[in-house]
């Protein structure tokens, strides 16, 4: 197997798996799964599981006195709470792990009234290896009847020991037990955090514990009905005002899992249901709706929020904010530029403490002033506490204080401190892993790891080694999966037919790559073929990069994969076809119609939000380090594509700022300070596209060597005509008289900011985007004064519009900016309405 075989492979296992365990509807079957009755003398089965009693169990070890109760009670809230295992002095059992990562521990309480011990009053402390989970707690003070607790816990090594510590003279005890595997992908390393905002990283090293877990607008959703075995209830206890929000939901089975989110993250029953925005009998829809959490104000929350649009008969329609305390989430979210469909699923993570001084997290969904229709959703909510400095999630003693008479316990603080885990690391242990799968499947029985698809393995082979019968049935399991948008693996002949034998009349684009081939797959699909020298050993590391980042990244905005051709160490690219083509060729160079001056604003809003997403939307920050015109293509409806992503980086991780790197990208294009200091931020993507803004506007080549001198570098020579306010000379002649001053004021001045020496000085995208926005809203009202309709600019479908007029009165009001004469009533509802957007904390 090549080395380039082995890492698409490699990407394979990465990319395909949700795929696989959704297609096959295998549930996740977990390799360590320990479900124990403690003290029980034979099998309690509770929703369809097998809890074993702990005397029977050979797999795991137990050490310490113990004894057992039991009650013949069956009044008890669940079978488990019949019987317990009771502890005279400290006990553990400790479970040997086949596979290490995180686990579920679960741990049931329930105390039976027996007549030598008073299990109300005996404290528990529970402690891990490394953790503290539960620290003195008592029955005695508490009103449910009994405890349920669920961890989950990164074990590092091949045993974990569950320790039961018996104080203040009295007994412990425990009623249940499970230990089971969770999928890696379930819980990341890093989410936002929003106060400070920035990336909190190092979660793979911390104890989880979950305290909420909801199915918003739905019913009860027990382990039976989740492959995790996670119970998640109705929201509706937690609203502030219950007639804020009112349910929804589709039949489960309408739901579409994307690539991007594996069904193991939240069964589809989740993802069905909703709340939305209920008639709260106001006047005007401008309000939140709301959830309060009571949490324990010491520790840090890791906080999902599970969205699904299965509501909006439309794309884009949905637009609204999502806020957790005062601290605005997701600003203006366009759930359905991120999902690019309905009823498809998608999640946030982000780390929050409780709101300022007390001990409560809230969690609020408002509509967007942009949006057409004020309307929010939520589907799920997971609050999960994450363990302190002293590595207890209860309370702030730590494990070497709890458990200090136990010298045998192995110090694995070194492991746990300080990880610095890449992406890179990840992706080899999973190589390796995959490597020894292949290698051990061919030699054994083809009995595998439960989590990975190998039966996809067995075809990928078949479909580029295999005869010409199997390569057919090999074909027939690749269409399902592009037809799941994962990408396909194309035969070379299929290729040769879709090109005409690479045709040189099909060529469309000639780059450093390759070649790029105008091409029509069997069925009809027009497609963009690309086919790499197999000669370059930069092309082949591009080749990588591209599939790599592609397959994780959909977007509206984004030119798709389709998928690609490995065969004949061929090196070759199937993506969609974009009738249009580069961006450059509509602006100068070629005969084509000039296009207007909202047709440019909307390419540019598209592109921003296509690079918008590159940066924030992943959970990686992703620089694309060569933006420019040839790599912005336009679909046939001139909607913006961003292409290209050969040269990309995945962003700043953990600790650092930046990512220190050789110089690459086109000249023209290329950020000073990333020039000087080789550092690339995702700023210098900023830069780049604030080059390409000045050569949309001004239809010239970003360098044009025979120019005079001073007008050589278009981002020098623009930035000295709009520092004296004169954009207007030098932009494309064809725009003169046909764009309105405020919309060319605030396109320059975006474009101006953009170009800023110093990466800190530059917006981020986000604000590029909101700018360009503005910018287009200003020229709609304009000409909505001048000219009555006007077809040839009309709105490209798909990008949504903002319904807000900048020079209506109401907006200013909203503000509370009273402008009284007509001249300056455009700057002051300008500033107001800039402020709004950019700033959507404010409103
Ligand atoms: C108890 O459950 C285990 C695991 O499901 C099963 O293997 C075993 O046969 C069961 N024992 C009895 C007595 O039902
Ligand atoms: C069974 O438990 C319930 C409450 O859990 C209690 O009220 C009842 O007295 C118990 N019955 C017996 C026979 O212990
Ligand atoms: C639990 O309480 C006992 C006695 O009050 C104390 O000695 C012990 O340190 C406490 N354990 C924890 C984990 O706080
Ligand atoms: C128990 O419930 C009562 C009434 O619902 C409440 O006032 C009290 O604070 C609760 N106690 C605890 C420890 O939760
Ligand atoms: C320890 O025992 C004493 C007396 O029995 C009791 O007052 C105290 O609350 C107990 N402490 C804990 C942590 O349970
Ligand atoms: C668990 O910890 C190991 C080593 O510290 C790390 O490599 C791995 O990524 C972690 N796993 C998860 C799922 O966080
Ligand atoms: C849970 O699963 C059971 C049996 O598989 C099914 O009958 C039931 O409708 C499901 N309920 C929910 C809420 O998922
Ligand atoms: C509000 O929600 C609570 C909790 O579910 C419920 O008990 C109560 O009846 C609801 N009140 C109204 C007015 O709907
Ligand atoms: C919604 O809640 C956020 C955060 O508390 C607040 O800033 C915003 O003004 C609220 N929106 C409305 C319409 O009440
Ligand atoms: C938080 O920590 C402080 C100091 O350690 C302690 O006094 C306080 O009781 C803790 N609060 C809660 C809710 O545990
Ligand atoms: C939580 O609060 C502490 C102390 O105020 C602060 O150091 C920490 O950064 C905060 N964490 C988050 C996630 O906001």
């Known amino acids: 197997m090549g080395l380039l075989k082995w890492w698409i492979h490699v990407l394979f296992v990465v990319s395909f798996f949700g795929f696989v365990v959704h297609e096959s509807c295998a549930a996740f079957s977990p390799v360590d799964n320990y479900l124990i009755a403690c003290g029980s003398a034979k099998n309690v089965s509770i929703q369809g599981r097998d809890f074993v009693p702990d005397s029977k169990q050979s797999s795991f070890v137990f050490k310490g006195d113990h004894n057992v109760v039991s009650s013949s009670n069956s009044s008890v809230p669940s079978p488990i709470f019949q019987s317990a295992r009771v502890f005279p002095s400290t006990a553990s059992y400790e479970f040997q792990i086949n596979q290490k990562g995180r686990h579920w521990i679960r741990l049931y309480f329930y105390p039976i009234a027996d007549s030598t011990h008073n299990l109300r009053s005996a404290p528990i402390t529970v402690v891990t290896d490394n953790f503290v989970l539960l620290s003195n707690f008592t029955f005695k003070n508490y009103n449910g009847s009994y405890l349920f607790k669920e961890y989950a816990i990164n074990v590092t090594s091949d045993s974990l020991s569950l320790n039961f510590i018996a104080s203040n003279n009295s007994v412990t005890f425990v009623n249940g037990i499970e230990v089971v595997s969770i999928p890696d992908e379930l819980f990341p ?86 709340e939305t925005m209920g008639d709260a009998n106001v006047p005007v829809v401008n309000f939140n709706v709301t959830w309060v959490f009571p949490v324990d104000p010491n520790f840090t929350y890791f906080v999902r929020a599970h969205f699904c649009d299965v509501f909006s008969k439309l794309l884009n329609a949905l637009v609204f904010n999502v806020y957790i305390n005062a601290d605005i989430a997701l600003p203006s979210f366009d759930l359905s530029s991120f999902t690019n469909g309905l009823s498809v699923p998608y999640y946030k993570d982000f780390v929050s403490n409780s709101s300022a001084g007390s001990s409560y997290l809230t969690v609020s969904i408002g509509p967007d002033a942009v949006a057409d229709t004020p309307n929010a959703i939520l589907n799920g909510l997971e609050i999960i506490k994450i363990s302190n400095d002293a590595r207890s999630l209860d309370g702030s003693s730590s494990v070497e204080s709890v458990l200090p008479e136990m010298p045998s316990r192995k110090s694995k603080l070194g492991i746990i401190i300080g990880l610095v885990v890449g992406f890179s690391v990840a992706v080899l242990l ?110 082949l590391a591009e080749f990588r ?73 992943a959970a990686q920050t992703i620089i694309h380090r ?19 992503f050969g040269l990309s ?195």
């Open 430 to 539: 999973l190589a390796l892993f995959y490597c020894c799968m292949v290698s051990r499947r061919s030699k054994d029985s083809p009995q595998g790891h439960p989590w990975l698809p190998l039966p996809l393995y067995g075809n990928s082979q078949t479909i580029t080694k295999g005869s010409m019968t199997s390569q057919k049935s090999g074909t027939a399991s690749c269409i399902s999966l592009a037809s799941a948008n994962l990408g396909r693996i194309f035969l070379f002949q299929e290729i040769m037919d879709a090109t005409k034998k690479f045709d040189e009349s099909l060529v469309i684009g000639v780059g450093g790559f390759g070649r790029v081939y105008k091409g029509v797959l069997e069925d009809g699909t027009n497609v963009a073929v690309k086919r790499g020298n197999p000669r370059s050993e930069q092309g």
């Open 189 to 274: 390393d890093q989410a936002q955090d929003l106060a400070p905002v920035g990336p909190f990283s190092g979660l793979s090293g911390r104890a989880l514990e979950t305290v909420y877990r909801l199915n918003m607008g739905g019913p009860l959703i027990t382990p039976q009905n989740d492959t995790l075995g996670r119970t998640w209830e109705n929201d509706e206890k937690y609203l502030h005002v219950n007639s804020s929000a009112k349910a929804v939901s589709v039949n489960p089975a309408n739901i579409r899992y994307p690539t991007f989110v594996k069904p193991e993250i939240a069964p589809n029953w989740v993802y069905a249901t909703a």
């Open 545 to 617: 990069t591209e599939i790599e980042m592609l397959s994780k990244l959909r977007h509206r905005h984004l030119v798709s994969l389709i998928g690609y051709c490995d065969e004949r160490s061929e090196m070759i690219l199937v993506y969609e076809y974009m009738a249009n083509g580069p961006l450059r060729s509509h602006l100068y160079g070629t005969q084509l119609p000039s296009l207007s001056w909202k047709q440019r604003l909307e390419i540019c809003i598209g592109a921003a939000r296509g690079l918008h997403y590159l940066h924030t939307g």
């Open 649 to 843: 980086k995945a962003g700043p991780a953990l600790d650092q700022t930046h990512v220190s790197t050789a110089v690459k990208g086109s000249f023209g294009y290329l950020d000073p300070e990333y020039f000087r200091r080789q550092q690339l931020t995702e700023k210098s993507d900023v830069y780049s596209f604030g080059v390409v803004l000045m050569e949309v506007l001004c239809s010239r080549p970003a360098l044009n060597p025979v120019l005079p001198r001073e007008q050589v570098n278009i981002a020098e020579w623009a930035m000295t005509w709009q520092k004296k306010g004169m954009l207007d000379q030098i932009m494309d002649p064809y725009l003169a008289g046909k764009v309105s001053p405020a919309s060319l004021k605030k396109f320059g001045e975006t474009a101006e900011k953009c170009l800023a020496e110093y990466g800190v000085d530059r917006p981020s995208m986000g604000d590029v985007l909101w700018n360009l926005e503005y910018a287009l809203q200003l020229e709609e009202t304009s000409s909505a004064l001048t000219e009555p309709e006007d077809n040839s600019t009309n709105h490209i479908p798909g990008i949504p519009m903002a319904p807000m007029q900048p020079f209506d009165n109401s907006v200013s009001m909203i503000d509370g900016v009273n402008s009284s004469t007509d001249d300056d009533a455009e700057d002051a509802a300008t500033s107001a309405v800039f402020s709004q957007l950019v700033n959507p904390r404010g409103r």
């Open 626 to 644: 060569d933006v420019k015109t040839t790599n912005i293509l336009l679909d046939e409806n001139f909607v913006a594509k961003v292409a290209d």
